[in-house]
Nanobody
């Protein structure tokens, strides 16, 4: 079993910044892709950003939703099994519950895990 523990959400004014963290713990061989998704009330859960394992300490290829490109930066520390999301120039429309996702590698198979979510609220 894997646990994903998120932190760093909160209330911020428009134009401000927040940094989210998500640490994975448990027994596994490794973690492939890690990412952040968000869900606003009455909306579906949408991709924010993903980062591949990359085979290095700091991860590999990144992918962003168009709405956050140039404002958000995803990064990871493979030694700590942790993914981060630096969010700058926040807008009220960024308000949502942000979820961490990890695709975890076991011997011969992969499993998908989600964090419990952390609320981000951006006031105008």
């Amino acid at each position: 079993q894997v646990q994903l523990v998120e932190s760093g959400g909160g209330l911020v004014q428009a134009g401000g910044s927040l940094r989210l963290s998500c640490a994975a713990s448990g027994t596994f061989l490794g973690i492939n892709s890690m990412g952040w998704y968000r869900q606003a009330p009455e909306n579906q859960r949408d991709l924010v950003a993903t980062i591949a394992s990359g085979g290095t300490t700091s991860g590999g290829t990144t992918n962003y939703a168009d709405s956050v490109k140039g404002r958000f930066t995803i990064s990871r520390d493979n030694a700590k099994n942790t993914v981060y999301l630096q969010m700058n120039s926040l807008k009220p429309e960024d308000t949502a519950v942000y979820y961490c996702r990890a695709i975890v590698k076991y011997s011969g198979y992969l499993l998908n895990y989600w964090g419990q979510g952390t609320q981000v609220t951006v006031s105008s």
